[in-house]
């Protein structure tokens, strides 16, 4: 089934191209990590998937939808975002398993009080992420990383079918980061898991739940496709225009630039 499909899409702003022909065809089964480097266009296209940005040409068909040709808001639902951009939304003051269940309405305000079985299933949320330990928690107490666990659980609450992960493991420790990339695997071997889109700078945290990739620079797709065939010295070394070496280290790459001595 396909998941997102980009035909010949431009994106402009105030007469600057800042996403030009687009051509990218996302299917079920497959998780995808978007790299690039600042300023390389990377969340234009999130929020054109996401219907917050608008597509000056081309065909752009999400999750069926037609933009353009179909309704766009029953579609946000079926997306939920995690990034640290809306980890500062919230009041601070909310108890965490309440932030969680806002999920619901897509919102970070609270509507009204939740009953103790509505606050129910954000606590099995929590659990199924492994912050447990965070229930009753009040959220401005917590740490990054523990925030980040928290709109993961917040994410999942609606059964989206894309879950977009925006440079999410941003500000965290080595540990933490560790932690959330191991949540990813469990939430990648859910029934019915959604299609992961993971925003990244930083190739060491391409894991094997991964297996696709797509490389963005100056608005333009690089090159995108299976990974094995992307993480390789001579793509990367084209795509940064810059040589590099690639170090696998306990499934990891690392990406290390080449001194010219
Ligand atoms: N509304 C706008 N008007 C003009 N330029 C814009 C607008 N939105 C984005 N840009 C420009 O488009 C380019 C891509 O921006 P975008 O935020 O998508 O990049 P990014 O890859 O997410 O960057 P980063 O990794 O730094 O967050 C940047 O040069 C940015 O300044």
């Known amino acids: 089934m396909e998941i997102l499909s980009f035909k010949n899409v431009n994106f402009m702003r105030n007469q600057k191209s800042i996403l030009s022909d687009i051509n990218w065809q996302v299917n079920q089964g497959e998780n995808w990590v978007i790299l690039g480097l600042n300023g390389s266009g990377k969340s234009s296209l999130i929020k054109l998937i996401m219907a ?4 000056t040409s081309g065909e752009l068909t999400v999750l069926g939808t037609r933009f353009g040709k179909d309704q766009i808001p029953a579609l946000r639902q079926q997306i939920s975002i ?52 965070l229930i009753g928690r009040i959220y401005g107490t917590l740490s990054q990383g523990e925030k980040q666990l928290l709109l993961i659980a917040r994410s999942l609450i ?27 695997h469990d939430i990648t071997t859910m029934k019915n898991a959604p299609t992961l889109l993971y925003i990244t700078h930083h190739p060491d945290e391409i894991t094997e739940d991964f297996n696709k990739i797509l490389l963005l ?14 993480l390789t010295e001579q793509s990367l070394t084209n795509f940064y225009q810059k040589p590099i ?6 499934k990891k790459y690392f990406v290390i630039p080449k001194k010219d001595f």
Do not use: C
């Not at 070496?245 to 306990?250: A, L, T, V």
């Open 245 to 250: 070496q690639i170090e696998k280290i306990n």
């Open 158 to 184: 609606l059964h989206p079918n894309i879950l977009i992960l925006d440079e999410a493991t941003n500000g965290l420790d080595l540990f933490a980061k560790e932690n959330l990339l191991e949540k990813l």
């Open 52 to 55: 917050e940005n608008w597509k």
């Open 217 to 230: 620079r100056d608005g333009k797709i690089i090159q995108s496709g299976d990974k094995s065939s992307i």
């Open 82 to 133: 995690v990034g640290s951009f809306i980890a500062e939304r919230f009041n601070g003051n909310s108890h965490a398993e309440n932030l969680v269940y806002t999920g619901k309405f897509n919102s970070s305000m609270l509507y009204k009080p939740f009953t103790d079985q509505e606050l129910d299933e954000a606590r099995e949320l929590m659990h199924q992420v492994g912050a447990s330990d």
